[in-house]
């Protein structure tokens, strides 16, 4: 068997997918996408295909040594991501070809189901209250919230005391029973989240995600040992190589990203580098159904696994396409209870709509983050 075509398809509302089909007619979906740079991600998928064409697809660690190593110049958030949705495709064949699912392929199931959040939005207490009751009526047992929008580098009294008004209001509608994740999204400064965090612990949350930008997981270390509450960060991290300082620090949670480090090879690896440092581990997925599908194969498999974020519903998905548009059968991805059951289809488990995808990929997207300012004109971290 060899790999006989590889495409890719721009699909509102943000996303980039990418079909590898076989000589003997497997075709196997990955989603390589830098949010906001997926044109250019699409342009590296071009590149690596140049190699994978005519190769075997079941030779999935050689092939990912050689797209991640092959290069003089490594690494970067958009190779890897481009790397990332070609591996996730190739698992996706072995399982069709081996008839079983990628969590069988990793060493087998270690749970029948993995637990999800939900995301909630609003600028007021109020409507985070409403939002998270919307939730809890749902089913769902635990949410994630923007902690704040811009933020000064030292917050002022009233910065943190919205911010621990926002998490109360959260916690008041979840009750005891559930939880709430809180995302500084990287906008705090050290003396920042050094002010933040302590402020919130009250309040009990599972985790606070990527209190500080990568660029400083050098000052993690220092973060970690004041902060009361679990620290998580890993999304703009892209290999072993890069999770290593932050677990050195004693960050208490990983969230490496399907679509960015490197697919389901890296991921998985990273899990297991984790699990040495009695970390555990919380996919980023704010993607779309190929992602998802990928993240919960490992998470199937991992014994280390927390929770996993999905992205139904989200607030970048607003006015555009839902990630269940794009798969023929929503039923191996529905959340019940907060959870999502273990399926045991071939490969990644779902079939791509691939009309609906052929059609999105006609009007494509440009989209692209917002740039924020402070009040000065200084640039603000978003």
């Known amino acids: 068997m060899k790999i006989a075509r590889i495409e890719t398809f721009l699909v509102p509302p943000r996303w980039l997918f990418c079909r590898v089909e076989t000589d003997e007619g497997l075709i196997g979906w990955g989603e390589p996408v830098v949010e906001g740079r997926a044109e250019v991600v699409r342009a590296a998928v071009d590149v690596l295909a140049d190699y994978l064409i005519g190769e075997d697809p079941l030779r999935i660690e050689h092939h990912w040594q050689v797209l991640t190593k092959?290069?003089?110049?490594?690494?970067?958030?958009?190779?890897?991501?481009?790397?990332?949705?070609?591996?996730?495709?190739?698992?996706?064949?072995?399982?069709?070809a081996y008839g079983a699912p990628v969590h069988a392929l990793l060493g087998g199931p270690v749970r029948d189901r993995a637990r999800v959040y939900a995301w909630v939005g609003g600028d007021e207490p109020s409507e985070i209250a409403e939002g998270v009751a919307a939730h809890v009526e749902?089913?769902?047992?635990?949410?994630?919230?923007?902690?704040?929008?811009?933020?000064?580098?030292?917050?002022?009294?009233?910065?943190v005391n919205g911010i621990v008004a926002r998490v109360a209001a959260a916690r008041a509608a979840l009750g005891d029973d559930r939880d709430v994740?809180?995302?500084?999204?990287?906008?705090?400064s050290l003396p920042a989240a050094r002010m933040i965090l302590p402020a919130v612990a009250p309040l009990r949350p599972l985790l606070v995600?990527?209190?500080?930008?990568?660029?400083?997981?050098?000052?993690?270390?220092?973060l970690v040992r004041c902060a009361p509450i679990p620290v998580a960060t890993g999304e703009r991290l892209y290999d072993r190589a890069g999770f290593l300082p932050a677990l050195q620090a004693g960050v208490s949670v990983v969230q490496p990203d399907l679509s960015h480090a490197g697919g389901i090879s890296e991921v998985r690896r990273i899990a297991a580098l984790a699990e040495t440092y009695g970390a555990l581990f919380a996919p980023h997925c704010p993607l779309g159904p190929i992602a998802l599908a990928a993240s919960l194969q490992v998470a199937f498999a991992t014994p280390n696994f927390l929770i996993q974020e999905q992205?139904?519903?989200?607030?970048?998905?607003?006015?555009?396409?839902d990630l269940l548009d794009y798969v023929t059968d929503p039923a191996p991805l529905r959340i019940v209870d907060g959870h999502i059951a273990r399926f045991d289809a071939p490969g990644l488990g779902i079939t791509v709509d691939e009309k609906a995808v052929r059609r999105a990929d006609a009007s494509g997207h440009t989209w692209r983050n917002p740039v924020w300012r402070h009040d000065d004109g200084s640039f603000a971290e978003w």
């Open 209 to 222: 995600e990527e209190p500080l930008v990568p660029e400083q997981t050098h000052l993690l270390a220092d």
């Open 181 to 188: 994740a809180i995302d500084l999204h990287g906008r705090a």
């Open 311 to 321: 992205s139904m519903g989200i607030h970048y998905h607003r006015g555009s396409a």
């Open 70 to 96: 092959g290069g003089f110049y490594r690494g970067g958030p958009v190779l890897s991501s481009a790397v990332a949705g070609l591996d996730q495709a190739l698992w996706d064949i072995a399982g069709q």
């Open 138 to 159: 749902a089913g769902m047992t635990a949410v994630k919230m923007n902690a704040s929008g811009r933020l000064s580098p030292v917050p002022t009294l009233a910065e």
